[in-house]
């Protein structure tokens, strides 16, 4: 069975501290995808990045970076320069490639960036 | 490019009553999933449509709730009849296919309130 932690409830920084959210997950499966979704105060949430099993490769996209470890099933997300509309719900979410799109979601960070 | 749409935004009820909740997905999508996100918690998936046939309802109360995607487009959640345990936001998502490597894009989700 597919499983995600993000063991972080709660963070809280101020503007321009840089700031990584924490993702475990667990999975029998060789294939399988790692996502991230932001969810704002308005409640929609919103893709940020995906990954494959097959890819470590570290991706860097503005403030963002994303660092995929599979030796400690790991997917963590790292803010730099963090700024006050980053506020919102994280959440980290895995597919397994034998599960038809079926994604589990972990319980989200909520990150407040104080100005 | 219109994004997945939800209605109501909110609803209040009275348990035992019966709410109905709809979702049109992105065009093109043929994948269609519903979750209820309990405060504080991931998005936990209730049922998936692939097309108008039904994937995975696994995690969803039969006594009670019922969904349907008759024309493979636009999809129906009830409830009948409510318990104050459902309380929580309905999200609706949908994506290009099935396929596990494929993000999901959300819609802003329904908040039913039991009372």
């Known amino acids: 069975a597919q499983k995600v932690t993000q063991a972080q409830t709660e963070i809280s920084v101020v503007e321009k501290e840089d700031v990584t959210l924490d993702c475990v997950y667990e999975t029998r499966d060789t294939t399988y995808y790692l996502f991230w979704y932001k969810q704002p105060p308005s409640g929609e949430l919103v893709f940020l990045i995906r990954?494959?099993?097959?890819?470590?490769q570290n991706e860097i996209s503005g403030r963002y970076s994303w660092n995929f470890q599979k030796s400690t099933s790991s997917f963590n997300f790292t803010i730099t320069a963090s700024q006050v509309v980053d506020s919102a719900v994280y959440f980290c979410a895995l597919s397994e490639g034998t599960n038809a799109g079926k994604s589990t979601f972990g319980d989200g960070t909520t990150l407040t960036v104080k100005p | 490019e219109a994004g997945v749409a939800q209605s109501p935004r909110y609803k209040i009820i009275e348990k035992r009553q019966s709410v109905a909740f709809w979702c049109n997905p992105i065009?093109?999508?043929?994948?269609l999933y519903w979750y209820q996100q309990i405060l504080g918690q991931g998005p936990k998936l209730l049922i998936q449509?692939?097309?108008?046939?039904?994937?995975?309802d696994s995690q969803l109360p039969k006594d009670r709730f019922s969904a349907e995607r008759l024309k493979g487009v636009d999809s129906t959640l009830k409830i009948q009849p409510a318990k104050l345990e459902d309380s929580a936001v309905y999200l609706c998502a949908s994506s290009f296919s099935a396929d596990s490597s494929y993000e999901q894009y959300f819609g802003p989700g329904t908040r039913l309130t039991v009372t």
């Open positions: 449509f692939q097309n108008n046939g039904v994937v995975d």
């Open positions: 065009s093109g999508h043929a994948t």
């Open positions: 990954r494959n099993s097959f890819d470590e």
